[in-house]
């Protein structure tokens, strides 16, 4: 019945594409965190691109990022040692050409980062100072403002794209819907319809668009994730057509602060590298006894610790003491300013802490140059499922995958609207003055017609509510068939009535992204019979080898087609290009 809701339903709204405004580029990037940035940089060397940010840049996923970019560039560190730590966290799941490809190219997209004035913490010898985080076997962390890197980059990365040339920002402009001539699945990808609180609905046509739009971990109740995570971009390429793989593994982080009336935020992992411990409400540091890297054992295996221990002993949350980390508010100052806000001194009291949804591993299913497998629709970052963190993401392992495939999925893009065309010789991210001639792409006239529903008042917020405490009880950290199944129904429920509405605004619009996300979620848990990574079913706590496969949805087909994981490419061994003398 809910795959029958969610299917029907081609686009949110009700309209006639000719009768709407239109604006024309090559390329449409929609999202402005990491990924989506440095996509459009890339996508901008050849032809005109609009970025949308449906909010404010600062209030992404990257801006949030507390822990740091993983990547080769300790002398003592090599691409072999951080594929293998990659794919030992995916569990079986990784694609491994994808998992080299980005290992590879890292070091040359940080490099790029230091020319455009990227401020890494360095030591006195001006080199990054590396962190550690969990499943790293050595400290591989490249970070800023000590707990602020997500702020840096977005900083970095929003300028160089402000300053090239081609490129235009639309901050608070929502995409709603991706067009596409047909409403079949295979039909190519235009553009998307738009809305922005002073302009109203706008149709953006563009040769080649690239989802960037962050992952969807507010469906859950608990979450480190800014209140924008609502997973808008996996859900516009399911009404459009594209496959969507692997949407059980949601990543859920063991530490996030949880203090009533305090933000559910992220306390970083990179403070455990520090050293910190995780006590019980006995004072017992518990987690020596669940794994030999006690607290920076991988992060499902923490979590899972965590939970375990509070229904064992009782109690809300356990403790992470930093107590004996010198120079806890030098080395993390942002935490430190948030819990002097509730008059907390990590030097002093241990904090608070409780697992959370943080990361969403699955998404818009697509190869190493973001393709997906609609075409002109390209994915990349947290919306993608490009097969680098198979069923577990390694820590830090994301601001990299966004810079690495963003560049890739934006030169694809180029030779999408550009074919054949090398890139301009000057490479510093403008175009060749006079470079721009490219045909428009054509308009074609759309209707969407949707009956208004029959049903009456909706309340939004009660929907949200219910919405995001089920997919905590019944799609969380544990999982059962039963639970999954009552997920399932209680969603088709409310798809009923919430679906059929035609809202004019962005939040009833997330809230019917919430709803269909949601929904994949539990339908891909629910066919996973299986424990792996970070997906955990009490009913069947082993891996299922028949089961290590991508399972892929899209809209109109009742089953899940499983596509085997692509094994190692002897190819892309080459060592890393490790541009040390840069730092
Ligand atoms: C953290 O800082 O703990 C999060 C890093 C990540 O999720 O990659």
Known sequence: MAAELFDSRRYLIPFRS??????????????????????????????????????????????????????????DDTAD?????????????????????????????????????????????GVPVLGREGGHGLARILHAGGDATGRELQRCLWQRAAKAQG?????????????????????PVMGAITHHPRYGLQMIWAKATILATGGAGVVYRETTN?????????????????SIADMAFVQFHPTCLYLAGAPRSLITEAIRGQGAHLLDHDGHRFMLDEHPLAELAPR??????????????????VLLDCRHIPDFAARFPGIAALLARFDLDAARDPIPVHPAAHYTIGGVMTDDHGRTDAPGLYAVGECACSGLHGAN????????????LGELAGRAARER????????????????AGWFAPARPAPIPIVSDIRPSEHGELDLSDVESSLRAAMWRNAGIERTGARLR??????????????????????????????????????????????????????????????????????????????????????????????????
């Not at 800014?226 to 594209?242: E, F, L, Q, S, V």
């Not at 979590?303 to 009782?314: F, S």
């Not at 301009?424 to 403008?430: L, V």
Request: aromatic fraction near 6%.
């Open 167 to 187: 490129v235009r920002l639309f901050t608070r402009c929502q995409a709603l819907d991706l067009i596409t001539p047909g409403s079949e699945p295979g039909s």
């Open 300 to 317: 499902d295996v923490v979590t899972r610790a965590i939970i375990r221990r509070l229904a064992a002993r009782g109690g809300t949350n």
């Open 417 to 432: 609207t550009h074919p054949g065309e090398a890139a301009p010789a000057n490479g510093n991210g403008k175009a060749p």
């Open 226 to 242: 800014p209140r924008t995570a609502t997973g808008d971009g996996i859900a516009m390429a399911y009404r459009a057509g594209a």
């Open 486 to 583: 009552d997920a399932d129904d209680m969603i088709g429920f409310w798809a009923r009535y919430t679906m059929d509405k035609i809202f004019d605004d962005t939040r009833g619009w997330q809230i019917q992204n919430m709803l269909l996300v949601a929904w994949l979620i539990a339908r891909s848990a629910a066919w996973r019979t299986e424990s792996r990574g970070c997906h955990w079913r009490t009913d069947h706590p082993a891996p299922d080898q028949a089961m290590a496969v991508h399972d892929c949805w899209r809209r109109g087909r009742t089953a899940c087609e499983a596509r085997p994981v692509r094994a190692d490419d002897p190819s892309l061994r080459a060592a890393p290009d490790r541009p040390l003398e840069r730092a």
């Open 81 to 125: 040692a951080h594929v293998a730590d990659t794919l030992t966290a995916g569990a079986g799941l990784c694609d491994a050409p994808i998992v080299r490809r980005v290992v590879r190219d890292g070091p040359a997209r940080i490099a790029e980062l230091l020319d455009w004035g990227m401020r890494f913490d360095h030591g006195p010898d």
């Open 18 to 75: 000719s009768l709407l405004p239109q604006i024309f580029c090559d390329t449409l990037v929609i999202g402005s965190g990491v990924a989506g940035l440095r996509a459009a940089i890339s996508a901008a060397e050849h032809g005109e691109v609009i970025v949308l940010c449906k909010d404010e840049p600062q209030n992404s996923n990257t801006a949030w990022a507390q822990g740091g970019i993983a990547c080769v560039w300790s002398p």
């Open 393 to 404: 993401r390694l820590a830090s392992n994301s601001l990299l995958e966004g810079l690495v």
